[in-house]
């Protein structure tokens, strides 16, 4: 298994050595190299035959892709043509094809409401007043063992007047047992690398195919308060690519 890990910070045809010498420990590399995703394995035609293989581009330079065509609006055609609706998840709350961010002080309730979202939406009915679904959806549960979200989930079915059998398309995926949640760790230079959890909820996303993905607890908590919000959106430009197209909403602790 190859692996690259890139060094931020070092000089002109600098090495690991001053790397260290510019304050980086072996803890630093140790935690690069774990998080590294390995490099896809290319066929004799070149072609990746990584399961993985969506996610080699991240592995390349930041600084080194091809140019993006260059589009811009002209305002002056726009004149007279009619003005696009905004489309929601949730009207007024959850826009479609975005990333909405829901925090507050913990133990407030935020995992339960969220809960009762993904709830609502997969059966169609209204969330706290609010019309909304039905869709497929997919949490991320990193505060909660399976019973927390058993325990939850009978109460939220009582309240919709629902059972189990009636949530096939509502898929839950409790994480605290998990040491490993984090979708990209960052060198020192700030650039994000993905991680091998990160392809691998992607997979699970891409096969599952929900239009609404909430990620609630540890996980968010890490990318939003020991990292920087901009994390987030360069996580999750994977889940707007036509292949995935699904909302995200992110919960976590604010301060």
Request: hydrophobic residues 45%; charged residues 20%; contains cysteine.
């Amino acid at each position: 298994m190859v692996k690259i890990v890139y060094l931020g910070g070092l000089p002109e045809k600098g090495d690991i050595s001053d790397w260290l010498d510019a304050g980086g420990t072996q803890s630093d590399l140790e935690t690069l190299i774990e998080f590294a995703e390995p490099v896809a394995a290319r066929s004799a035609d070149g072609n990746e035959t990584s399961a993985r293989a969506i996610g080699a581009d991240l592995l390349d330079a930041p600084w080194n892709h091809p140019l993006d065509p260059w589009y811009h609006i002209y305002l002056p055609d726009l004149q007279d043509c009619p003005i696009p609706l905004r489309e929601w998840i949730v009207p007024d709350w959850v826009p479609t094809l975005e990333t909405t961010g829901l925090s507050g002080p913990g133990g407030e309730g935020k995992t339960l409401v969220v809960q009762m979202l993904a709830t609502a939406v997969t059966l169609g009915v209204p969330w706290l007043g609010i019309a909304v679904g039905p869709m497929k959806t997919l949490l991320l549960l990193c505060e909660d063992r399976q019973a927390d979200v058993y325990i939850r989930q009978a109460a939220i079915n009582k309240h919709y007047s629902c059972d189990f059998r009636d949530l096939g398309n509502m898929r839950p995926v409790p994480r605290r047992r998990d040491p490993r949640n984090r979708l990209m760790i960052f060198d020192r230079d700030g650039v994000g690398h993905p991680t091998t959890f990160f392809f691998q909820f992607l997979e699970q996303v891409q096969a599952f195919a929900p239009q609404l993905v909430i990620l609630g607890g540890l996980l968010v908590a890490t990318v939003l308060t020991l990292i920087f919000l901009p994390a987030l959106y360069v996580a999750w430009f994977r889940l707007k690519e036509p292949a995935v197209r699904g909302e995200v909403l992110a919960r976590a602790h604010g301060n």
